[in-house]
């Protein structure tokens, strides 16, 4: 797994984890800021190949020959 998939999973999870805390405290305007966000962090993860809910998959390229 390379930093940058790491990173950018951990970015889903963050924004994941704050869309829940805003719908769980019926805050509309901070659960659209974190629907945005986890849609741009899921965006960039599908185009960069990773699958941003397996935290132990090798990253795009490791073990390829």
């Known amino acids: 797994m390379t930093t940058f998939g790491e990173a950018v999973r951990q ?3 963050a924004a994941r984890s704050r869309l829940e805390e805003a719908r769980a405290a019926g805050d509309a305007y901070d659960a659209a800021l974190a629907e945005d966000e986890l ?3 899921l ?3 599908r185009k960069h190949g990773i699958d941003p809910d397996d935290a132990g998959a090798p990253a795009e390229g490791v ?3």
Do not use: K, S, T
């Open 43 to 45: 965006r960039l993860a």
């Open 39 to 41: 849609d741009d962090a």
């Open 11 to 13: 970015r889903v999870r």
């Open 63 to 65: 073990g390829e020959a």
